[in-house]
């Protein structure tokens, strides 16, 4: 799934979930404005859920 992702996704889901940074911390590390980071990981988490499902409907992820 990381092959599907931008480096800016990555950037934001790393900071967010592995460094646990607040949005407004993020936004000011990436100098964008907090609507326009929270607009783009809300993008971005039905991007990778739509990644996921087709992902499992091809056989290529077994949910377990």
Not at 12 to 18: D, F, G, P
């Amino acid at each position: 799934i990381k092959k599907t992702l931008t480096i800016d996704e990555q950037q934001i889901l790393y900071m967010k979930y592995s460094q646990k940074l607040s949005w407004k911390d993020i936004s000011e590390l990436l100098g964008m404005p907090e609507g326009t980071l929270r607009s783009k990981h809300f993008r971005l988490v039905r991007k990778l859920r739509i990644e996921i499902s087709n992902r499992i409907e091809e056989g290529g992820m077994h949910h377990e």
